[in-house]
């Protein structure tokens, strides 16, 4: 079932918990692809009722064109969502039945969380990422809501906006879900040649020898070991490799026990903006 407006949708969420249900949410784009369904499934397996929304989010994008190319699959993602559980209920607002008149992020304080790797090219991008999922929460009422390791600095930031807010969710990461070959799973990959999607499992490759060599090397080491392998790949152009705090996201000049770490990545191939990560 398909709803276009949050007060039909609110007031059937509101009934299922009133009566003891859970309610999963799994927030999209759309564009759907099998990472999506695997947070789906999850979501059926641990909650009464799953929600899915389907939502170009205007406030998280810096770039009017990037947002007005961006894929608009409803039915086609409606069929796939259908054809793995025809019970989910999906939620596929217009603008201004998120926004109203005004679209317009809110601002909030991420600790730093927002202004390192992703956040240092696109200032207000998880102001608006913050505030469409608070949004989402308040409609759908969620009891767990299920987001992709894919997007790491994402989840952590949206953990903190939950924090701040006190909004009652609990908040589900799930592992990154990938090809045979390795090829993280991304709306963007579509528009990758068939020969590069299979060049592009190189990234995995890397990110994997990355995190064997972290063992034994510093991360500055492991840095400047991936910006060489890059620099020899015509294929490619490395944007950022850096390997962070895995709590904070604070770069990491030294190994501390203790401490979990995380690298991150984002390549360019056939001009497609590719992003991926691993833990170490």
Known sequence: MIFTEQKT???????????GKSIGLVPTMGALHQGHLSLIKKAAEENDTVVVSIFVNPTQFNNPTDLEKYPR?????????????????????????IYGT???AQQFDFGGLDKVMEGTSRPGHFDGVGTIVKKLFEIVLPTRAYFGEKDYQQLLIIKRMVEQTGLPVTIVPC?????????????????????MKQRATF???????AKERFGTHSPAEVEA???DIFARETDFELEYFTITDADNLLH???KEAGKR????????????????????
């Open 175 to 195: 592992p990154i879900v990938r090809n045979a070959e390795g090829l993280a799973l991304s709306s963007r990959n579509a528009l990758l040649s068939e020969a």
């Open 102 to 104: 005004e679209v317009t």
């Open 203 to 209: 990234i995995y490759r890397t990110l994997v020898a």
């Open 9 to 19: 949708l609110h007031s059937l969420v509101e009934s299922l918990k009133n009566q």
């Open 252 to 254: 990491a000049t030294e």
């Open 73 to 97: 699959t409803l039915q086609a993602d409606a069929q796939l969502i259908a054809d793995l559980n025809k019970d989910v209920l999906i939620y596929a607002p217009a603008v201004a039945d």
């Open 261 to 280: 770490y995380r690298a991150f990545i984002v390549v360019y191939a056939e001009g497609v903006r590719l992003i991926d990560n691993i833990e170490l």
């Open 225 to 227: 070991w991936v910006s």
